[in-house]
């Protein structure tokens, strides 16, 4: 089981990518924030032998030529170690935010996957290039734009799933799924897990043939002072999960589905503050995996080990890096006992 966590910033991104290396983690991912998700991955493959993917590029706004092209320098930047993570967003950001056409999203996505292979193949073994799709065509690629083939081959297409015909279609078509840290374990064993079995069923595939990479909200501390950190950082990063109608499901398997229209209230009176008391501790400690440096471990090791190929570390506050390589070495020794 690998572990990566967030890359941060922009112009310090390598200098982080770096650090997170010597702290002993095996990758580093993006996410659709406040920057751009594919810059700051050019300056931590330049400088560190991390495997790197966005988690998740927000795929319907993006063109899919565009796509491959980011997708294609990356992988052969990094000499092999890029994965293009990818998902649907909810309708609201992509209509409103991004300006863009968001129905239907399963069906948009699944073709996204297949055009971004043709051209992939085009690019790796000269295959003419000739989609056409209900939502995208793609029929022309002179020489003067094609890179060419590549030593490590396409990069491989991870896709990010919430609801259950997203994780299907995910696992029918997907070289993994990016797992959204919004999660509980009875949520990721009740309804995730089951949804991959039947897409890979589909597809004719079992699950060594598909990567599970479970992003995980982690509320770490070695201190009394740390923890209340971490708290405070993570109630507020559930609270804005929570406010949002698609996450509901989640809240739902634990009876807490009316949760979701309390924080959505709040939201729409724009009382950001005022949303973070809702998150009790109960919710706190199933929604995040929280304690110690090995009290975390312990339950990452437990939770994700039986079933995901790498785990995503999402600290929602400011950690120290001795905390984090306290926390990875934990995990590392655990892992090794088993």
Not at 175 to 204: K, N, W
Request: hydrophobic content about 40%; proline content about 6%; aromatic content about 8%.
């Amino acid at each position: 089981m690998k572990l990566d966590t967030q890359l941060q910033g922009l112009r310090e991104a390598g200098e982080h990518a770096a650090r997170l290396e010597r702290l002993g983690l095996d990758g580093a991912f993006t996410f659709e924030g406040p920057r751009e998700v594919f810059t700051p991955l050019v300056l931590a493959a330049q400088r560190t032998q991390l495997d790197l993917y966005t988690n998740a590029a927000i795929a319907l706004p993006r063109n899919p030529i565009q796509l491959a092209h980011q997708a294609w320098d990356l992988q052969e930047l990094s000499e092999g170690r890029f994965a293009l993570g990818l998902a649907s967003q909810v309708r609201g950001h992509i209509e409103r935010r991004y300006g863009s056409t968001f129905h239907p999203p399963v069906a948009r996505i699944r073709e996204l996957v297949a055009v971004l292979r043709a051209i992939f193949d085009c690019w790796q073994n000269g295959t003419r290039l000739n989609f056409q799709g209900e939502y995208y065509e793609h029929t022309l690629m002179p020489p003067l734009f094609n890179p060419g083939p590549q030593e490590a081959g396409p990069p491989p297409i991870w896709l990010g799933g919430l609801g259950p015909k997203m994780i299907e279609m995910a696992a029918t078509v997907g070289d993994g799924l990016l797992v959204m840290p919004f999660c509980t374990e009875r949520f990721l064993t009740d309804h995730t897990l089951i949804a991959v079995d039947r897409g890979l069923t589909a597809s004719g595939r079992d699950r060594s043939e598909f990567s599970l990479i479970c992003e995980s909200i982690i509320c770490c501390g070695r201190t009394e002072e740390e923890l209340e950190v971490a708290r405070a950082g993570t109630r507020m990063l559930l609270a804005f999960y929570g406010s949002t109608p698609a996450y509901r499901a989640v809240l739902e398997a634990h009876g807490w589905g009316d949760l979701q229209l309390e924080l959505n209230a709040l939201v729409r009176e724009n009382r950001w503050v005022a949303m973070d008391a809702l998150i009790e501790d109960e919710m706190l400690e199933t929604l995040a995996i929280c304690g110690s440096p090995s009290e975390v471990a312990a339950e990452l090791v437990r939770r994700f080990e039986p079933v995901a190929a790498r785990v995503g570390f999402y600290f929602p506050y400011a950690i120290d890096d001795e905390c984090i390589e306290e926390l990875v070495d934990a995990v590392r020794s655990l892992s090794a006992s088993t």
